[in-house]
């Protein structure tokens, strides 16, 4: 799959300007409009070695999180001490699991595709934070990631709440460049209806001008959204 060669590229080579030093300040500002509740679990996926992990254990919330690159998640382990316990999946040879505890609270981060990840697998979701994901996959035909990508979170959560960071670019004509080449991809809020409204209640909740919005460097805004569960969805299936 060319995504997942051109994200292990990027690890290996050291291409991870998307990677934050610190918690994400849109996600310590708003992730309290969810209303998850203590000891929750929280979905992450696409999760590389994110700070963001560790500011929910010390939230009080468990963490689960997936990423393609297991180097993102042995960096993510070692770079904080903290020793995790390695477990292959039963039945599905290129999943494996890192589990260790902080703050007293539990983290599971998988390495492998995403779409090898059952419901059994991650447990009962409370929400989901999406800061990088969405954006990172192309929706191009005939894999259609993205599309297959949100399917695949309302299946393994049950349809849970969700916190939605993105952005946008001042200039048209370069979101409509750039989206085409390489991600970050531009979401509009066109595409998230396709994506998501069946399922959600959709809000944008930040519209933020910044000098940087993405790894290409470019002007915009920092986009924040809330999906929230329409009554009948969350919490349908777990199995």
Known sequence: MMQAEFWQHAWKNGNTGFTQSKPNYMLVNYFEVLNTPKQGRVFVPLCGKSPDIIWFAEQGYEVV????????????FAERGIEATIT???TTPNLTCYQ??????????WVG?????????IG???????RGALVALPDFEPDCLRTRYTQQLIHLSGGANQLLLT????????EDELQRVRP????TEAMLDDYYAKHYDINMIVRQKNDVVSTA??????????????SSQHHASYS
């Open 184 to 187: 970050p991809f531009i979401i």
């Open 100 to 109: 260790a505890e902080h703050n007293g609270c539990d983290i599971q981060l």
């Open 167 to 174: 952005f946008a670019y001042d200039d048209e004509y370069l």
């Open 65 to 76: 999180g997936i990423d393609l690159v297991e180097r993102a998640v042995v960096d993510f």
């Open 113 to 121: 595709d995403i779409f090898d990840l059952t419901p059994a697998d």
């Open 217 to 230: 460097g470019n002007s915009g805004y920092r986009l924040a959204y809330t999906l929230i569960a329409k």
């Open 124 to 130: 009962k979701v409370d929400s989901i934070y999406d």
């Open 88 to 90: 292959p999946h039963p």
